[in-house]
Each structure stands twice: as C-alpha cells, then as structure tokens.
C-alpha cells in the first residue's frame, strides 16, 4: 500500500454516478472529484472566474435563488473536461486548464484502490 501513502480517502466506488462529480473537502482544501468512466479525477471545486462550485455541473438548481432552471455545464466524459455551471468555461479535468482564458486550477492526484477513491492532497 506504499504507493497510496499520502492519499485520503474521499468516497467508494459507486457513489459518484458516471458523468458527475462530487464536492469534498480535503484537509480544508475544496475538491471536487468526476466520474469520467474510465478515471476519476480530482480538481479544485473553485472555478477561478467567479469561484461557482464545479461539483455542481449539469444540476439544474445550482443557488438559493434557483436562478437556472436548466442544467448547466457538466463533464465531458470524451473531452474529459467539465464546463461550470456558473459561464460555462471549460476545464480540463486532467490539467485543471481554460484554454480560452490560460488559466489553471489545482488538480490533485486520484486513484482507486480496493473500492476506495483516493485524493492526494
Ligand atoms: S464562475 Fe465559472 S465560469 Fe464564471
């Protein structure tokens, strides 16, 4: 288990739906980990524009004041990137880049070991 050393538990297998993704935090550090189906990636759950949630794309009612009745945003199981559901910018889940913009947010390292994902923070 050398290899998983510094990693924390965050969720088991299972209880982030393919195409989803899920808000933890990490030792005070706001994560979100996706569902892409064949991975799981770990990647700040603060979109740098506005700080929205990413852990909550593609939900339909993403404030208090339900100000979206759609969804918005959602991963891209392909592209592997998920657009926020505040303005849609598009982040790489693997790189934690906007292309359009040149910015980036953390990822952290995510792996999956006997049913457990695992963040490294
Ligand atoms: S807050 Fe994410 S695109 Fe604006």
Redesign the pocket.
């Known amino acids: 288990m050398a290899h998983t050393e510094n990693f924390r538990k965050v969720a088991e297998v299972g209880d982030i739906p393919l195409g989803e993704g899920e808000g933890f935090d990490v030792g005070g550090i706001e994560i979100a980990v996706f569902n892409t189906g064949d991975e799981y990636y770990a990647i700040s759950n603060r ?1 740098s ?4 949630p990413l852990c909550k794309a593609g939900e339909r009612k993403i404030n208090a004041e339900d100000t979206w009745t759609d969804e918005r945003g959602g991963v891209d199981t392909e592209a592997c990137t998920v657009s ?1 559901p ?4 598009e982040w790489d889940l693997e790189t934690g880049e906007h292309e359009a913009s040149g910015q980036r947010i953390g990822t952290f390292d995510c792996t999956v070991e006997d049913g457990d994902i695992l963040v490294r923070i």
């Open positions: 979109c524009h506005q700080h929205a926020c505040w303005h849609l910018w």
